[in-house]
């Protein structure tokens, strides 16, 4: 006859691979998420105003819904030639981002 001990473990095993398994294939059913991301920092800051398109880009290829919205000091980024000349610090220049943004066909609110 089994140990008190050992049967538990037994039923932890089994719950275990029974959370798993059906964690799996929830995991494909699971509806994509839905995001929107505000900028709102501009050329002062060219890190904080990196991050909706980075954000927005990994979120996409994540397989999620995205919109990115730009208000007040973020707007300017739209212009090409301050795009070409942001470059956030540990980032490529901010033109890329935003080119990567339009690839993907994410929407951007100004």
């Given at each position: 006859?089994?140990?008190?001990?050992?049967?538990?473990?037994?039923?932890?095993?089994?719950?275990?691979?029974?959370?798993?398994?059906?964690?799996?294939?929830?995991?494909?059913?699971?509806?994509?998420?839905?995001f929107l991301l505000v900028g709102l920092c501009?050329?002062?800051?060219?890190?904080?105003?990196?991050?909706?398109?980075?954000?927005?880009?990994?979120?996409?290829?994540?397989?999620?819904?995205?919109?990115?919205?730009?208000?007040?000091?973020?707007?300017?980024l739209m212009r090409s030639t301050v795009a070409?000349?942001?470059?956030?610090?540990?980032?490529?220049?901010?033109?890329?981002?935003?080119?990567?943004?339009?690839?993907?066909?994410?929407?951007?609110?100004?």
């Amino acid at each position: 006859m089994a140990t008190r001990r050992e049967a538990v473990k037994h039923a932890c095993v089994a719950l275990a691979a029974s959370a798993a398994t059906s964690g799996a294939a929830n995991a494909a059913d699971e509806p994509k998420q839905r995001f929107l991301l505000v900028g709102l920092c501009g050329s002062e800051n060219p890190t904080r105003a990196n991050f909706p398109f980075a954000w927005g880009a990994a979120l996409h290829e994540a397989g999620h819904e995205v919109r990115i919205e730009l208000a007040g000091d973020a707007t300017v980024l739209m212009r090409s030639t301050v795009a070409q000349n942001v470059t956030p610090v540990g980032w490529p220049v901010l033109s890329e981002a935003i080119r990567k943004v339009v690839d993907y066909k994410i929407p951007i609110f100004v």
